[in-house]
């Protein structure tokens, strides 16, 4: 009768998991037909782990082939939606959370034993209390799932979650994400690798793909940016070599147009980021203006902007964005171990330059990276203009979208800098 019961069982897990398949086969066709930005929100979301999550929670199904099947197509959905060419490195980091420098599309394979024991655990009270005078053995699913899960991940027993933290799928899953971030970490040994990875864990580096795709909000991304933003993300190809206008060769990364000087793009994305916090600051009832003539300094260069009310301790706010390339050159040595280390630079060099306005004014330097840090002053000052939207509005979300409207403007831009690196037809004519 047990082993019927478990035939049974199995039956039913393989019907479910064939179902979920066909599904995403499905699915995968369908969101090849709409945007990018949008297709890649719905697969996060919708289609992926989440369409499996009841099934990984109430089902053994660690080790089923069908999970590797659901990765395989997973991964080839993701290829077709960003247009990326993915190795099993990238697809590795694509498959990692958002906050860890993933996509967020997590692997079903590697989550399906985190989420059978957290749901396990998280239930062992309310099976005692039925299975009171039932005598009941220790559940055998159990014992091989986290006997598997302990071997995967080549943990002691001391490591297993217990007590409050054993019902929480996270703290299962954390083991996980962790060694493979481990993994990630000793396979790329170059330094512009190492400092991609630091860069895109970093706090508020993959805001970006929290947005919702709404136009009129100027959320959303054109399918090359997503491509772009995809690409130098996860470290893929994103163009053949070729030479740039200003006379340097481009690697198949494409990375040089983040830092050529005369790649397009550089002054707008300033002019879109300083309008984007000058515009919150105006949302939040604090009256500023940008570029103030009132503060010109013995070079005659002056900030990006000024508050026309005092912001903190009876003093007016003035600030200065900046952007400098996680990946440049002269960065590497410090942003391979140190992530945001090139904004605090950048940061650190526009309070030297404005040090003569600290006597009278509270000087913020706005100091962004390309691949998503912000320096620390920069981001305590967009927290604190966060919260003052969120009184303001009543809606208090309102610091986070912030945040994911400057992270998109960064990336919307990178696809323009990174265009800028090649030859324009107007050129080619002129040469032929």
């Keep these: 009768t047990t082993r019927s019961r478990k035939q049974t069982k199995g039956m039913a897990m393989d019907q479910a998991l064939n179902s979920r398949c066909e599904d995403l086969k499905r699915a995968s066709g369908r969101l090849r ?13 919708s289609f992926s782990a989440p369409k499996l999550q009841h099934t990984l929670r109430a089902s053994p199904c660690s080790g089923h082939l069908a999970l590797e099947s659901l990765d395989g197509q997973l991964r080839a959905c993701v290829s077709d939606i960003c247009n990326t060419d993915l190795s099993d490195i990238q697809w590795i980091q694509a498959s990692l959370p958002v906050r860890n420098g993933g996509l967020g599309i997590r692997r079903v394979s590697s989550l399906a034993p985190s989420a059978f024991l957290a749901s396990a655990a998280g239930t062992l009270d309310l099976q005692a209390k039925i299975l009171l005078r039932c005598n009941a053995p220790p559940d055998s699913a159990v014992i091989e799932v986290l006997a598997y899960w302990s071997e995967r991940h080549n943990k002691a027993g ?12 996270r ?91 005369r790649s397009a793009g550089r002054t707008t994305r300033h002019h879109a980021l300083n309008d984007l916090v000058w515009r919150a600051l105006n949302r939040a009832d604090v009256p500023a203006i940008k570029e103030p003539a009132g503060l010109l300094r013995s070079d005659g260069k002056r900030p990006d902007g000024l508050t026309q009310i005092p912001w903190q301790a009876g003093r007016c706010m003035t600030w200065d964005v900046t952007v400098t390339d996680t990946l440049a050159e002269s960065y590497l040595a410090t942003t391979s171990t140190v992530a945001g280390s090139a904004a605090e630079g950048a940061a650190s060099r526009k309070e030297l330059k404005y040090e003569t306005l600290a006597a009278t004014h509270t000087f913020i330097p706005l100091a962004f990276e390309t691949l998503g840090p912000i320096n620390f002053k920069g ?11 969120s009184l303001h509005t009543c809606d208090p979300r309102e610091r986070a979208f912030l945040f994911q409207r400057l992270s998109i403007a960064i990336q919307r831009f990178n696809s323009v800098c990174i265009h800028g690196s090649f030859a324009q037809q107007a050129d080619l004519d002129t040469d032929s």
Aim: aromatic share 4%; with cysteine; hydrophobic share 40%.
């Design 33 to 45: 037909l709409l945007a990018a930005h949008d297709a890649l929100i719905l697969l996060r979301v």
């Design 158 to 169: 001391d490591m297993v979650p217990t007590g409050v933290a054993a019902g929480k799928q």
């Design 171 to 261: 703290e299962w899953d954390r083991r996980s994400v962790a060694e493979d971030t481990s993994y990630l970490q000793t396979s790329l040994p170059d330094r512009r690798n190492q400092a991609r990875l630091l860069a895109v864990s970093a706090p508020h580096s993959g805001d970006w793909l929290h947005a919702l795709p709404i136009s009129s909000c100027g959320l959303r991304l054109d399918d090359e940016a997503v491509r772009v933003a995809v690409g130098l993300r996860l470290g893929a190809k994103l163009c053949e070599p070729h030479r740039c206008p200003c006379g340097e060769d481009v690697d198949p990364q494409g990375t040089h147009g983040l830092a050529c000087r």
């Design 379 to 389: 981001t305590v000052f967009l927290n604190e203009l966060g919260r003052r939207l």
